[in-house]
């Protein structure tokens, strides 16, 4: 591990990592919490000054790391496992897929699949005219666009350098480690600190910033289906209980608390969605879900290079920036936790189910809560428009409303209402434990004690954030602090292209050999002890050179065969 302190009340921690990750979140806080205006000022101008150029760089960066993703997980390294070479994944497909997708977007998809495509059906630079069954089709395909496999390229990439550095290498499981082939020993420095004190920034506020979104969501629910004030003291009750049900549940650690209730979200995210099939206008649905997705796939190309080169419109800022933006500012969190709980699966294995099962279950969820809303306004009664104009967070309780369900509406409420806890709870749950591994120096099991402050502090970073009334000048911000990320991102690739080249393959099949065996590559759980290390770097080197050996005898018995 980096830098643990081994006595304290920082025992298990990186002392100078943890005081000035808190004291830069304190820093942060106070002046969007007492110069709002001020902030926003700033943020807004640099946001607006950076958008031309990040109109192509991002668009660059994510087509370039979803050709990449696809590429490690169909060519030679395919069979590159994260973890040993006999290893075995240490969760079933099932629990893997539920807190991959519950941590990833969860709340995301359940706070946007209505209101996206109802934005995107009024108006965008890619129909002639809005409000029109065609301007549905296009609504859907650009939901799914933004939500799909270029935003899951982006926390798959993150999340298997992260773990091929952890589980193959033995290194920790932090930012820093990603780039140790190119820095070597400095990742233990001032160096190293600041990579993994940007991972914490964007991790501690990027959540914050999700919890008031979802919680804002959670109250508009609470409004419609009890007929509760949505005021600030229901919403700091919200961020009390989820945080503490949060906080228990990651006390229990991954194994128990947070892969339960990710496959609880599961299976009430499965029971919404049959119950959109079934009671929803079903022909409908599955007929604009078939044709957005085939839409979807046939302009994949065209929308991962779209660049807004005429500039004719804000869109592409408001849009495409703001996601890839948002994707590469939650990469840290969401790509930790990804690795956290897919050692032992190979790259193809993991590049299949992260691009591609996620990516299916977000073209489903919104085709049916997005399908309906826009049924209800080509073919209903309408009203989602007018809300989602008002109050974005009321859209998905205004489409249940409008589906005439008589008794069963605040039932079906409800259901939505324990789902957005759920995912909540998981979503904060995961990045308690993220923080908490960057902030111990890459252990996968931190400091009981230090998981339970830091579940307090994000309760008390969101309640603050919520009364100074700044989480929309904190997405800003959020996204702004996405660019100094993507250049780690960029050294990240050239990092692990630089570690790839260590690993051996058969002469016909392709398949991995033997481990890697390179000097820089030492164990840092054998870091104290340097004799120890040296002589597993000199074993390692000796059954790779046996190996070798080995693979030109069989190659030559073939040719003479």
Do not use: C
Request: net charge negative.
């Amino acid at each position: 591990m980096y830098n643990q302190a081994r006595t304290g009340l920082l025992k298990g921690m990186n002392p100078l990592l943890t005081i000035s990750s808190i004291v830069m979140i304190g820093l942060a806080l106070g002046l969007v919490g007492f110069y709002t205006q001020q902030s926003a000022h700033v943020i807004y101008g640099l946001r607006d000054i950076l958008n031309p150029f990040l109109e192509w760089y991002y668009v660059a960066l994510v087509a370039f790391m979803l050709f990449f993703m696809i590429w490690l997980g169909v060519g030679r390294f395919k069979n590159v496992r994260l973890g040993n070479d006999d290893e075995q994944p240490e969760f079933s497909f099932f629990s893997w897929i539920s807190m991959l997708f519950a941590a990833g977007t969860g709340i995301g998809i359940l706070f946007w699949s209505v209101a996206q495509p109802i934005m995107q059906f009024q108006i965008n630079p890619f129909m002639d005219q809005g409000l029109t069954p065609e301007a549905a089709v296009i609504a859907m395909r650009l939901s799914f666009f933004h939500w799909g496999i270029n935003g899951w390229a982006i926390f798959s990439f993150v999340a298997l350098v992260m773990a091929y550095f952890a589980f193959r290498h033995n290194l920790p499981l932090t930012v820093r480690s990603t780039l140790y082939p190119l820095l070597g020993d400095r990742v233990r420095g001032p160096i190293g600190d600041m990579i993994d004190l940007l991972a914490v920034f964007a991790t501690v506020f990027g959540i914050a910033t999700t919890l008031g979104l979802g919680i804002q969501q959670m109250n508009a629910g609470l409004n419609q289906v009890f007929g509760l004030v949505d005021s600030l003291q229901l919403q700091l009750t919200v961020i009390a209980v989820i945080m503490g049900i949060a906080t228990f549940s990651v006390l229990s650690g991954v194994n128990r608390g947070v892969r339960l209730l990710s496959e609880l979200n599961f299976w009430l995210s499965l029971m919404a969605v049959i119950f959109m099939l079934l009671w929803g206008p079903t022909q409908y649905l599955i007929g604009l879900t078939l044709e957005a997705t085939g839409d979807y796939i046939q302009n994949l190309i065209r929308m991962t290079f779209h660049t807004n080169v005429t500039h004719g419109s804000s869109w592409q800022a408001d849009w495409t920036v703001f996601f890839w933006g948002w994707w590469l500012a939650w990469s840290p969190f969401v790509g930790m936790f990804i690795a956290r709980i897919s050692r032992g699966r190979s790259f193809r294995e993991f590049v299949a189910g992260v691009l591609l099962v996620p990516t299916g279950i977000t073209i489903i969820w919104i085709g049916l809560f997005g399908g309906t809303a826009l049924y209800q306004e080509l073919f209903g009664q309408g009203g989602v428009i007018e809300a989602v104009d008002e109050n974005v967070s009321t859209a998905l309780f205004v489409m249940i409303n409008g589906m005439e369900l008589g008794a069963l509406t605040p039932w079906v409420s409800a259901l939505l209402l324990l789902l957005i806890g759920t995912y909540l709870i998981t979503s904060a749950n995961a990045g308690t434990l993220v923080i908490n591994t960057i902030l111990s120096g890459g252990d996968i099991n931190p400091p009981v004690m230090h998981r339970f402050m830091w579940g307090v502090f994000l309760a008390l970073l969101t309640a603050v954030l919520l009364v100074a009334g700044g989480l929309a000048i904190l997405q800003a911000a959020v996204i702004a602090a996405a660019m100094p990320f993507s250049i780690i991102v960029l050294a990240m690739i050239a990092s692990l292209l630089q570690a790839l080249k260590q690993e051996k393959f058969a002469a016909r099949t392709g398949g991995r050999s033997v481990s890697p065996a390179e000097p820089w590559i030492i164990a840092e759980t054998d870091q104290d002890d340097e004799s120890l290390s040296l002589e597993k770097v000199k074993a390692a080197h000796e059954r790779l050179e046996t190996r070798s050996d080995a693979d030109e005898t069989s190659l030559a018995d073939e040719k003479k065969l």
